[in-house]
């Protein structure tokens, strides 16, 4: 029996608990801080036991990331003892909300940062009793404090607290990210700081290098831990996240350079500025000029001091930071697919993860797109019925970042960069023939000028066209369930060129296909029309890889278990270079090109043409 008429013998509510089933087959797993017993703790204080931190005070040249030793020592040392890294550093009952008057709150009420065992950097300390090991730190607005646990994460004991450390002007604006505004000559830049409205007014000091700078004013948002929806996002992963604010940079001149800083006036006058930064205005829409797009999804952050190592958490998440960053005056635009932080419930996580990527997001645009473990959550209006996003339904992905959404709860979006036009799916919400979802697309592939802008991609989260991973082919569809049926007549009427995906852990291509046949038998030197659209897994970005199927298809041309990314570089109208590069050494494995003319894009093929008429 067909799978579509499998699917259209079901009832929907079938459909969706067979979404649930796979979802949970194929997550990627729970958070190495949900692991932690906090509801468990209990006190083992020791006098002898202690823990000390140097420097004490971080940051003093203006820096947003320092390390420092953490030293420690227990006279009952043990395998299972561990470093934690707390902020506020005030972790204590005291802290937790008084939900209960008839019931104690726990010792710890909130999850660490971040945590190592002690024997990470210090092998002979179960001999010795004595330890040193390194952390990095980031500027949070908060002060810090580390913690000896012994028991383990599944039964901790507080042994021992450290001295308090804290930045120099904690409240001070960080981590600028850029993203496109809603018309082409527009920038965005959306920043965090410890100032709410009350204390200073946030602007952008900016203008062109060399040139005359101007002041735009700022917007400013945040949230409290009663717009999460569950737990752990509205219990033990809740921290403060501060505010966060976006200013408008407008009328920019096509492919100018800029200056900017970012800037907060308090009331006596005093103005608080982070460094000087800069990027380069985007080209006109059907500009002809070189441009080059980064495409990936499931990063994650990474930790450079080891902490979660052991968990085998977004292993490769700073080895792709780092490509990016190596080859970042050969990059203009990027695009994070989805699954942005793996934060899932934990909100400090999105502050670490925006300092790791502020070389790049403060230089070049980074667009985002939503996936499940940004939105997720039951009950929500989402489309899948988990609990991906650790309770966050939404609200950190909607508030940390830009993105030219008319509405940004629903986060589908168009952005044009020169002579790309690019789609951006949600696909943690209804995209079927009749929502609201499948209007935009069409709208958004039908209403583009393909004569200045001859390069149609379509970007989602999950994969709604091709993979050959072994979650989708156990369920028998190689996508997501009910993912082209509606949307490949789209893709084939307004010849989209390429559609990429996340979701998936590891790399694919596919032949140009529509309906699961390759309208073409050419691997890697397109001429003329495609007559179809190429699919590509780029979910290789970070996150723990994904298994292949062992099935070959006929439309599958290149697979690889490893992770990396996608480079698109636009020579002009009529060509375009095609590289998936491996975080490991930033060097292409595979790579294709599409050389053509107007007319090829004019060119009618099965289902992409409208009725004629023979009247003369």
């Known amino acids: 029996m067909g799978r579509k008429r499998v699917l259209k013998m079901c009832t929907l ?8 089933s796979l979802q949970e087959a194929m997550s990627h797993g729970v958070h190495p801080l949900s692991k932690i017993a906090t509801h468990k703790t209990t006190y083992a204080f020791d006098d002898r036991a202690y823990v000390n931190v140097t420097p004490t005070v971080l940051g003093a040249k203006g820096e947003t990331t320092v390390w420092v030793t953490v030293d420690f020592s227990s006279p009952t040392p043990s395998n299972d003892d561990w470093i934690a890294v707390f902020s506020p550093a005030n972790f204590s009952a005291a802290t937790c909300p008084k939900d209960n008057p008839y019931v104690l709150p726990p010792l710890l009420c909130t999850a660490p940062l971040k945590y190592k065992y002690t024997n990470y950097t210090s092998p002979n300390y179960t001999k010795t009793g004595k330890g040193s090991m390194k952390f990095q730190l980031i500027k949070q607005r908060l002060d810090i404090s580390f913690a000896l646990f012994t028991g383990g994460i599944s039964n901790p004991k507080l042994v021992a607290v450290s001295n308090k450390v804290a930045f120099v002007n904690p409240n001070a604006p960080v981590y600028p990210r850029l993203a496109q505004g809603k018309v082409w000559n ?22 062109p290098k060399g040139g005359a700078q101007v002041r735009s004013p700022a ?126 419930g934990y909100i400090a996580q999105w ?201 070959n298809t006929t439309w599958s041309i290149y697979k690889d278990y490893d992770y990396g990314f996608v480079k698109l570089t636009a020579f002009d109208h009529s060509h375009l270079l095609f590289e998936y590069k491996k975080s490991r050494d930033g060097k292409v494995y595979d790579s294709f090109t599409i050389s053509r003319d107007y007319r090829d894009i004019l060119t009618c093929t099965v289902d992409s043409c409208p009725e004629v008429t023979l009247a003369q």
């Open 186 to 207: 527009e920038m965005t830049v959306t920043w965090t700081s410890g100032y709410g409205i009350d204390e200073a007014e946030p602007f952008v000091e900016w203008g």
């Open 219 to 344: 917007g400013t948002l945040t949230f409290d831990q009663n717009t999460m929806c569950a737990a752990p996002a509205r219990t033990v992963g809740w921290r403060d996240p501060g505010y966060i604010h976006t200013s408008f940079l407008k009328e920019l001149w096509p492919n100018k350079g800029y200056t900017y800083k970012l800037g907060h006036k308090l009331f006596n006058g005093t103005c608080i500025w982070s460094q000087e930064y800069w990027f380069r205005a985007s080209p006109y829409p059907g500009q002809n000029s070189l441009q080059r797009v980064i495409i990936f999804g499931d990063m994650g952050k990474g930790e450079a001091d080891g902490s979660f190592e052991f968990e085998d958490f977004q292993p490769a998440s700073l080895n792709t930071t780092k490509q990016l960053i190596e080859d970042l005056n050969n990059i203009d635009i990027v695009f994070h697919i989805g699954d942005i932080v793996y934060a899932m």
């Open 13 to 20: 509510a079938y459909v969706l608990l067979g979404l649930a």
């Open 351 to 551: 502050d670490q993860f925006t300092s790791q990527i502020e070389p790049i997001a403060s230089t070049k645009p980074y667009m985002i797109g939503s996936g499940n473990h940004e939105r997720d959550w039951p009950g929500t209006g989402s489309f899948y019925q988990n609990m991906d996003s650790g309770g966050e339904c939404g609200v950190l992905a909607e508030n940390m970042f830009y993105v030219p959404a008319e509405n940004r709860a629903n986060f589908w979006y168009s952005t044009d960069y020169g002579m790309f036009r690019f789609c951006v799916a949600h696909t943690e919400l209804d995209w079927r023939e009749g929502s609201e979802q499948y209007k935009f697309i069409e709208n958004c592939l039908a209403s583009v000028d393909r004569q200045r802008q001859p390069w149609l991609i379509f970007l989602a989260h999950r994969v709604l066209g091709y993979s050959s991973v072994d979650f989708y082919v156990q369920e028998g569809s190689f996508e997501e369930p009910m993912g082209r049926e509606d949307l490949q007549k789209l893709w084939q009427r307004y010849k989209v060129d390429i559609a990429l995906y996340g979701h998936v852990h590891n790399y694919e291509r596919s032949c140009p296909v529509y309906e699961n046949i390759c309208t073409s038998q050419e691997k890697h030197n397109y001429i003329g029309p495609l007559k179809g659209t190429i699919h590509v897994i780029a979910g290789g970005g970070g996150a723990s890889l994904h298994e292949f199927a062992p099935i």
